[in-house]
């Protein structure tokens, strides 16, 4: 009887232990998207939020991002993709570190993910408070990011998503150094998901920065599947652009697997969702 109660209480353990393992090394497959939403003006007419705000909506419904980065977005834009239900978001208002000015936020589907840390940064020689840096004339601007627990799978992962400055050169050069001493400080030797509108063409500087420090991989450039959609990702409205101008971009750290990478060329009676297109990977780590 004992020796039945211990082979028992083995096999119990064995198959606990299985089950563990498996539940380790299931894979988080995943919907990573940027999107800049384009600031809500009044001078923008047609093209205002009150007008492109649905179509905002069933784009990210019918793709089905899981998480995604925005930039330009003011909290009433952000309130306006909350609609959807199934989504939430971390980041702040890079005029005041709270809701005031445009975010960079991660907007998340809060039923799959869980955020374990966040913060932000603002791209300037005193990075913890907001600000102008170096030799930006417009704008502060900032960098959200997140350490996330992704329910499904177990996977943990850090999400980071910025907007580079589009007149300064030097901040731009600095914003590069910056993010990736960031990264490395916070998310150490975990998965990395940065998104952004980086304001610079893969050739330029702040690009050529990134690729050089190796942490990060450009997903245009490791897609699995050839790219779909345009190079360019900006086209201000209009549907005669050269649409050749990358510079929305999605990085990954090693270990992630870029499935596919698309540039979503998408608008509705010659109307645009936002005055850049989304991009959004399928990966999987």
């Known amino acids: 009887m004992k020796r039945i109660f211990l082979f028992l209480i083995t096999m119990v353990m064995t198959a606990t232990t299985v089950f563990v393992q498996a539940k380790k090394s299931k894979e988080c497959r995943i919907n990573v998207a940027t999107f800049n939403l384009r600031l809500d003006t009044p001078v923008d007419s047609l093209n205002s939020w009150s007008h492109r705000k649905e179509r905002v909506k069933s784009l990210i419904r019918f793709h089905n991002f899981d998480i995604f980065g925005t930039q330009e977005g003011f909290k009433h834009q952000l309130d306006g993709i909350l609609e959807l239900g199934n989504y939430a978001y971390t980041g702040a208002g890079r005029d005041d570190g709270e809701e005031a000015g445009e975010h960079s936020a991660i907007i998340y589907k809060k039923d799959r993910f869980e955020v374990l840390q966040s913060g932000n940064f603002w791209y300037s020689e005193t990075p913890d408070v907001p600000g102008k840096g170096w030799d930006a004339r417009c704008c502060n601007r900032i960098c959200s990011w997140a350490k996330f627990k992704d329910k499904e799978s177990g996977k943990k992962f850090f999400f980071f998503n910025s907007h580079y400055d589009h007149e300064g050169v030097v901040a731009r050069r600095n914003s590069s150094i910056l993010l990736m001493e960031t990264i490395k ?61 990358r510079i929305d971009y999605i990085w990954v750290s090693d270990g992630i697997t870029v499935e596919k990478y698309g540039t979503l060329n998408e608008q509705q009676y010659g109307r645009f969702p936002s005055d850049h297109f989304p991009v959004m990977i399928e990966a999987r780590f």
């Open 185 to 245: 400080k916070l998310a150490a030797k975990e998965p990395v998901f940065c998104t952004g509108d980086f304001n610079a063409t893969p050739e330029q500087e702040p690009i050529q920065l990134i690729y050089d420090d190796g942490k990060l991989r450009d997903s245009y450039l490791i897609s699995k599947q050839p790219p779909y959609g345009t190079t360019g990702t900006f086209h201000a409205y209009n549907l005669h652009s050269p649409m050749s101008a």
